[in-house]
Nanobody, 126 residues
Framework: QVQLVESGGGLVQAGGSLRLSCAASGRTFSNRPMGWFRQAPGKEREFVAAINWSGHSTNYAASVKDRFTISRDNANNTVYLRMMNLKPEDTAVYYC???????????????????WGQGTQVTVSS
């Protein structure tokens, strides 16, 4: 079992920045891919970013590429999402997720993730 706890969300003006953190505990974290997803009100949950077990391979949704950066600190069992130049359309609950398969790639489908955090709200005002 893997427990995930997100933090770092909040209210920010358009053009601002935030860094989300996801602290993992439980089963081994360092050899599992991790992902960030988000869900806006009235919309389906969507992929944002993913990182493979080593941190050397990442994937991003087209809408956040060049603005968001995913990274991980395996020594501290934490994955981060640095968000820059935020837009009102980035407003959503952001979820951290863990892939149960060890040494897998950075997957973009939520079906590949078994463990989920409770989410953290990000609100971007115009």
């Amino acid at each position: 079992q893997v427990q995930l706890v997100e933090s770092g969300g909040g209210l920010v003006q358009a053009g601002g920045s935030l860094r989300l953190s996801c602290a993992a505990s439980g089963r081994t974290f360092s050899n599992r891919p991790m992902g960030w997803f988000r869900q806006a009100p009235g919309k389906e949950r969507e992929f944002v970013a993913a990182i493979n077990w080593s941190g050397h391979s990442t994937n991003y949704a087209a809408s956040v590429k060049d603005r968001f950066t995913i990274s991980r600190d395996n020594a501290n069992n934490t994955v981060y999402l640095r968000m820059m130049n935020l837009k009102p359309e980035d407003t959503a609950v952001y979820y951290c997720a863990a892939d149960p398969r060890m040494y897998s790639s950075a997957m973009i489908s939520e079906k590949d993730y078994t463990y989920w955090g409770q989410g953290t709200q990000v609100t971007v005002s115009s």
